[in-house]
């Protein structure tokens, strides 16, 4: 982990994390487009609130989608680059970055996250080093499980400084060594020489290659005088390569020679407590010829003798001083290295190195020596798998590198600023809303493209003259569902609003839940307490002044396909006089259908009226309202 990434998870996958990651810019995203409209619109609607002025209406416009962003270039062009309509053109870029950073989620999300690694310590299952077979304990041909444990070792970063009390089994998580995790029972002080050329080695002639010392002398003087005193040190030797059965010519061979304190001697093997003094080493000989000894009557078969020159030889040692610590709690629960059986030793080293050694050898490729580091981890790896061969597994705590999700922190500063501004941002809204709702209702700012035709619905029923200031105001879901939008009503309607014949535009209008019994009590026909008969029931009914169908909200009168204005309908005036005595009709279906007509085909007057020329105000008229839309006022004696 670096300073750039954050550690995320340590248990999750990263394909569920960049899963997750994807749906929350996605989201993050729509609700960053909220907020910034809302910001606009507070923006503009609090000059409109606060100052009561006009406001450019570019301005007001809000932009929430690319679409809507494209309908803006569409219509204003270059000069959405003026200096006036920078707000419409910073929106239109910000709704273009948000988009596009919403439809590239799955990019980001992947760039923003990546496989990590860290330390913790977790418990785990190991096996614990056991007396096993003590002496004569021995593992021969385990290459699979070397090469796991020489594997888990490497990876680890375990020293060459101890043998291993504790083998922990393999994981998916690899464990990691900690010092302070592992207190070694016995300690490894190594002196290390490799790739040591050996010029002009001779071979004796008369030693076989089982006995590498004897058969090499040059290779022979390499050792110390007091490694060589055989009543102390215990010999052990082995050897592998490649040999030209025709020529008898070896072109590759290793030879190991195991020297070590005589586990017999006093017997240490069954003790296991003194110090061990170990020298390893590895001789490598190329190009020489060999002799074939027949050793039938000895040794049931023949020895390869080499002869003459060696072209190029080399070795590598390791000689080391393993100490073991005074008291351990279990005598039986530690590494044995005072093993007897020092072959086995030495035929697993051959069995380890025969492997990579053979295949570069065949393909006449160059052989590297092995180093005198890499033997001692392999007699780490022997002994722990051989004092390890009887255990059961128990659970310890041990430090393990778990894979991990990390968070790039830029990705992380960008989206938390974000989400700061998108949170401000509403918050604003919201405050502003609620601290101005009443006069952003009364003078209605639209805010997104429903109320912007809501507020074309209102605008359409005020111009028609029919709202007063005692009406009951409609609310906003009655305008949305109510208003239509075309030159006239659907012809199916019940009522129809006509626009002049020479409108060619569409506009909003007045659908006949809006328009129906519109007239109010302060503009009624004559009479103060007009009734009418219930159009279901047959029935009168007092609307209180009001004409009304049922079932249907107020609507205005029409006459010759023009709304009837403000001033032909008022209280002391009969509709048919204020229009010269011609009764207003509208227009449905293409038929001029008579909206008021008179009882009896004239008018009904009192004598005070007939008088002064007015209608007589004790006299009331009912509207009566039939399915076939005719609307007729008839006349009443008072009682």
């Known amino acids: 982990m670096t300073y750039s990434w954050l550690l995320l998870s340590t248990s999750w996958d990263l394909s569920s994390i960049q899963a997750a990651l994807n749906v929350l810019i996605s989201v993050l995203s729509t609700i960053i487009l909220w907020a910034w409209s809302r910001f606009w619109w507070q923006r503009v609607s609090a000059r409109v609130v606060h100052k009561d002025s006009g406001v450019p209406l570019p301005q007001l416009l809000l932009v929430t989608g690319p679409?809507?962003?494209?309908?803006?270039?569409?219509?204003?062009?270059?000069?959405?680059?003026?200096?006036?309509?920078?707000?419409?053109?910073?929106?239109?870029?910000?709704?273009?970055?948000?988009?596009?950073?919403?439809?590239l989620s799955g990019p980001i999300a992947k760039g923003a996250l990546r496989h990590g690694s860290t330390t913790l310590q977790k418990d785990r299952l190991v096996l614990q080093a056991v007396k096993g077979d003590g002496g004569t304990g021995s593992t021969l041909g385990a290459t699979v499980l070397w090469n796991q444990t020489g594997s888990a070792l490497d990876i680890a970063g375990f020293p060459l400084t101890q043998l291993l009390d504790k083998l922990p089994l393999s994981s998916p998580d690899p464990w990691i060594y900690a010092e302070t995790e592992w207190d070694p029972t016995w300690t490894l002080h190594c002196n290390y020489t490799s790739n040591v050329n050996l010029p002009n080695v001779t071979a004796s002639g008369d030693s076989p290659m089982r006995q590498p010392l004897a058969a090499f002398p040059a290779f022979n003087k390499t050792y110390s005088g007091a490694w060589l005193d055989s009543s102390?040190?215990?010999?052990?030797?082995?050897?592998?390569?490649?040999?030209?059965?025709?020529?008898?010519?070896?072109?590759?061979?290793?030879?190991?020679v195991l020297v070590q304190s005589n586990p017999e001697v006093h017997d240490r093997m069954d003790h296991n407590n003194e110090t061990?003094?170990?020298?390893?080493?590895?001789?490598?000989?190329?190009?020489?010829s060999c002799a074939s000894n027949d050793t039938t009557a000895t040794s049931g078969g023949s020895d390869w003798i080499p002869v003459g020159a060696v072209e190029r030889a080399s070795y590598s040692r390791a000689e080391c001083f393993i100490t073991r610590k005074a008291s351990v709690p279990d005598e039986n629960r530690i590494p044995w290295p005072w093993t007897n059986d020092t072959m086995e030793i030495i035929g697993s080293y051959e069995s380890w190195y025969y492997t990579p050694f053979q295949a570069p050898g065949s393909m006449q490729r160059t052989i590297e020596t092995p180093t005198a580091e890499s033997l001692i981890r392999f007699y780490q790896i022997y002994m722990a798998t051989t004092n390890t061969y009887y255990s059961d597994p128990t659970t310890t705590a041990l430090s393990s590198r778990v894979q991990t999700v990390e968070l790039s922190l830029p990705f992380l500063v960008v989206a938390v600023l974000l989400a700061v501004l998108t949170m401000w941002a509403a918050i604003r809204y919201q405050l502003f809303v609620r601290q101005h709702k009443t006069k952003i209702k009364e003078i209605s700012v639209p805010d997104g493209k429903v109320d912007w035709i809501i507020h074309a619905a209102k605008i359409s029923h005020h111009n028609s003259g029919n709202l007063s200031s005692k009406e009951k105001r409609h609310n906003d879901l009655e305008y949305l569902q109510n208003a239509m939008f075309g030159?006239?009503?659907?012809?199916?309607?019940?009522?129809?609003?006509?626009?002049?014949?020479?409108?060619?535009?569409?506009?909003?209008?007045?659908?006949?839940?809006?328009?129906?019994?519109?007239?109010?009590?302060?503009?009624?026909?004559?009479?103060?307490?007009?009734?009418?008969l219930d159009h279901e029931s047959?029935?009168?009914?007092?609307?209180?002044?009001?004409?009304?169908?049922?079932?249907?909200?107020?609507?205005?009168?029409?006459?010759?396909?023009?709304?009837?204005?403000?001033?032909?309908?008022?209280?002391?005036?009969?509709?048919?006089?204020?229009?010269?005595?011609?009764?207003?009709?509208?227009?449905?279906?293409?038929?001029?259908?008579?909206?008021?007509?008179m009882s009896g085909g004239e008018e009904t007057r009192s004598p005070k009226s007939e008088q002064n020329g007015k209608p007589d105000r004790t006299e009331e008229h009912e509207v009566e309202v039939r399915s076939s839309l005719e609307v007729k006022q008839v006349s009443r004696n008072p009682q």
């Open 276 to 288: 061990l003094t170990l020298s390893i080493t590895l001789f490598h000989a190329q190009n020489f």
């Open 67 to 103: 679409g809507e962003g494209w309908d803006v270039v569409t219509v204003l062009g270059r000069r959405l680059f003026t200096r006036g309509n920078w707000p419409l053109l910073t929106q239109t870029f910000v709704v273009l970055c948000i988009t596009l950073a919403s439809a």
């Open 487 to 532: 030159r006239r009503i659907a012809a199916n309607s019940a009522l129809s609003q006509i626009e002049p014949e020479d409108s060619k535009f569409a506009r909003v209008l007045q659908s006949p839940r809006i328009l129906v019994a519109a007239i109010s009590p302060n503009r009624s026909f004559s009479g103060s307490h007009p009734t009418s």
């Open 232 to 256: 102390e040190y215990r010999f052990s030797t082995g050897f592998t390569g490649l040999v030209n059965w025709t020529e008898h010519k070896w072109s590759e061979a290793l030879f190991f």
């Open 538 to 597: 047959g029935q009168e009914s007092d609307h209180s002044g009001e004409t009304a169908v049922p079932g249907h909200a107020p609507f205005s009168t029409v006459s010759e396909g023009r709304p009837l204005s403000r001033d032909l309908v008022c209280d002391d005036t009969n509709p048919a006089e204020a229009l010269g005595g011609e009764l207003p009709s509208m227009a449905v279906h293409g038929t001029d259908l008579p909206l008021v007509q």
